[in-house]
């Protein structure tokens, strides 16, 4: 299987994007989803994380401005962003990881090759 990001761009400040990323065989059944991101400098770190039920998990900073979801017909995944702030700015990943169990911490197995996200002021 594999996961294919799309989406990215540069959009100012309290503007808008959708991300989605193309999950071949992840969407379904017994797999954990989720949306990573990693700016320059920074350790990567979860944003947003589905489990098989379509329950959802978000870091605080992306509360209310983040809504992660998924089309099981599609196998598609998607991170739909809004008020976005410079600080979002980063490379987005999809990823996913086998099993019920689904979690912000937990490592997950499998990787996009990620969308560049840029947010100017």
């Known amino acids: 299987g594999q996961l294919v990001e799309s989406g990215g761009g540069s959009v100012q400040a309290g503007g808008s994007l959708r991300l989605s990323c193309a999950a071949s065989q992840y969407a379904g059944s017994s797999y954990c989803m989720g949306w990573f991101r990693q700016a320059p400098g920074k350790e990567r770190e979860a944003v947003a994380i589905m489990d098989e039920n379509d329950i959802t998990s978000y870091i605080e900073s992306v509360k209310d401005r983040f809504t992660i979801s998924k089309d099981n017909a599609k196998n598609t995944l998607y991170l739909q962003m809004s008020s976005l702030k410079p600080e979002d700015t980063a490379m987005y990943y999809c990823?996913?990881?086998?099993?019920?169990?689904?979690?912000?911490?937990?490592?997950?197995?499998?990787w996009g090759q990620g969308t560049q996200v840029t947010v100017s002021s």
């Open positions: 990823a996913a990881r086998s099993g019920l169990y689904c979690s912000l911490s937990l490592r997950f197995t499998y």
